[in-house]
């Protein structure tokens, strides 16, 4: 299936759009294809970057980017991590709260707790493997 097109139109310096004709003409590809495939490198190139996933991602948690915007520039999994990392984020409450006090040990186990003491015939087992 042909990717959808949109039509792009900026100014360049002359000497730019000079050497990309040449470079276009000596490879045998039209001008656009040029610019789109020198394009995808560079996009490629950038957000491989940690620094600039860094931004991205920041950009996603302050709301000034969306989701459909990472997933593009990141992928899909990528996407969707964020999107569960900022839910986290933004949970009320954030975390688990206890509420009152917890509970001591004698509460917890509802008996004392017996405190074990290696006998003689322990140690001597230990000391001496069975065969």
């Known amino acids: 299936m042909a990717e959808e097109r949109t039509r ?7 000497s730019l759009v000079e050497r990309a004709d040449a470079l276009a003409d000596l490879l045998d590809i039209s001008r656009t294809q040029l610019l789109i495939e020198a394009l995808r490198g560079e996009l490629d190139s950038r957000l491989s970057d ?61 008996e004392e707790l017996p405190e074990w003491k290696p006998s003689e015939t322990n140690r001597d087992n230990e000391a001496q493997p069975e065969r």
Do not use: C, H, W
Not at 9 to 14: G, I, K, R, T, Y
Not at 50 to 69: H, M, N, P, W
């Open 8 to 14: 792009v139109d900026f100014n360049a310096p002359q």
């Open 50 to 110: 940690e620094q600039i996933q860094q931004k991205l991602k920041q950009a996603y948690y302050d709301e000034r980017v969306s989701l459909d915007t990472v997933e593009t520039m990141l992928g899909t999994e990528e996407a969707l991590r964020l999107k569960l990392l900022r839910a986290s984020l933004t949970r009320d409450p954030p975390e688990p709260q206890l509420e009152g006090r917890l509970p001591t040990q004698a509460e917890f186990y509802d």
